[in-house]
Every structure is written in C-alpha cells, then in structure tokens.
C-alpha cells in the first residue's frame, strides 16, 4: 500500500475514531444533565450509550494505531512499537473494562479506576506518536504540540489518581 493511500485511510480512521468518541462525551453530558439528576436507574439510556461507545470505538483506536505504526516504523521503529504498544494497551484496558462494567461484572469505583490506569498507557501513546510526527514533519506542528498536550493530561490524571488515593479517597474528600 502506498503511503499516500495509508495516509488517507489513517486520516479518515482517526477522523471516525474521534467523532464516536464525541458522540460518547455528548451521551456522557446528557446523562449528567438529564438523568443522573432524575435518580432513575430504569431510564439510563445516556449513561448506558455513553458506557457501549468506548467498546463500539474500540476497533477503529485500533485501526489508527496500526495504521500509524505503519506509517511511522521507517523513520524510529523502536519508539514506534513502543507507542503503538501503549497504545493498544490503553484502548483494549479501556474497552475491557467497560465491557465488564455494562455486563455488571465491575462496579463504577472499579470502572473509573481501570480508566485511569489506561490513562497511563495513552497518555505517553500520544506523546510518542506526536514525539515522531514533529520531528518527521508528518503532521503540522501545532497537531503535535496539542497531541503532545493531551498525553501530558492523560498522564497526569492517570498519575495523580494513584498519588491521591484513587477514585474512593479522591470523591470521599
């Protein structure tokens, strides 16, 4: 496959990767807004959509980040198994968990502390990925400064949910 073409199918998949993950964060605003102040558990439709889009997101995360793993593996194909590594760790322990919790098998305390553990592998993911692309000219320089800074984030949170207790002591304070 040419790299024009593994291009143009990266840019379409990343473009269909975020635009079910901004669907999943509409579902996550609705139920906020408009469920979880009713109290009805028999009526959480936006809590449980906002709960399946991770799962249904899945697959297209994985496309992007084969898709850029072949992109990226002639210029540092060291630093590029190792993001597209994170990568897929990160998205597979996200889809797993919200597997587990629609299916009732994890509580929301054990699906928000497996959310923050895959911070901790997408957040470098990111940083990698946009690490490689800077330096490549892949990508225009202030993608990769926001991608950057969206793994920095992620890192963050990830991290600072272990320094501060997790989710009960983070919420119990």
């Given at each position: 496959?040419?790299?024009?073409?593994?291009?143009r199918?990266?840019?379409?998949s990343a473009?269909?990767?975020?635009?079910?993950?901004?669907?999943?964060?509409?579902?996550?605003?609705?139920f906020?807004?408009?469920?979880?102040?009713?109290?009805?558990?028999?009526?959480l439709?936006?809590?449980?959509?906002?709960?399946?889009?991770?799962?249904?997101?899945?697959?297209?995360?994985v496309?992007?980040?084969?898709?850029?793993?072949?992109?990226?593996?002639k210029?540092?194909?060291?630093?590029?198994?190792?993001?597209?590594?994170?990568?897929?760790a990160?998205?597979?322990?996200?889809?797993w968990?919200?597997?587990?919790?629609?299916?009732?098998?994890?509580?929301?305390?054990?699906?928000?502390?497996?959310?923050?553990?895959?911070?901790?592998?997408?957040?470098?993911?990111?940083?990698?990925?946009?690490?490689?692309?800077?330096?490549n000219?892949?990508?225009?320089?202030?993608?990769?400064i926001?991608?950057?800074?969206?793994?920095?984030?992620?890192?963050?949170?990830?991290?600072?949910?272990?320094?501060l207790?997790?989710?009960?002591?983070?919420f119990?304070?």
């Amino acid at each position: 496959m040419s790299t024009d073409l593994l291009r143009r199918y990266a840019g379409w998949s990343a473009l269909a990767a975020g635009s079910v993950a901004i669907l999943g964060l509409v579902f996550l605003i609705l139920f906020f807004a408009l469920e979880l102040p009713q109290g009805s558990a028999s009526t959480l439709r936006f809590g449980y959509l906002s709960d399946v889009t991770p799962i249904i997101n899945a697959p297209i995360n994985v496309i992007v980040i084969v898709m850029i793993l072949l992109l990226q593996r002639k210029h540092a194909s060291s630093l590029s198994i190792l993001a597209a590594s994170l990568g897929l760790a990160g998205i597979l322990l996200t889809a797993w968990t919200n597997i587990r919790f629609v299916s009732e098998k994890i509580s929301l305390e054990e699906q928000v502390q497996l959310f923050y553990i895959s911070l901790v592998f997408l957040g470098p993911w990111h940083i990698l990925v946009n690490s490689v692309a800077r330096h490549n000219c892949a990508l225009p320089s202030r993608l990769t400064i926001f991608g950057s800074w969206v793994g920095i984030g992620q890192g963050i949170l990830g991290i600072s949910s272990f320094l501060l207790g997790g989710y009960d002591d983070i919420f119990s304070s």
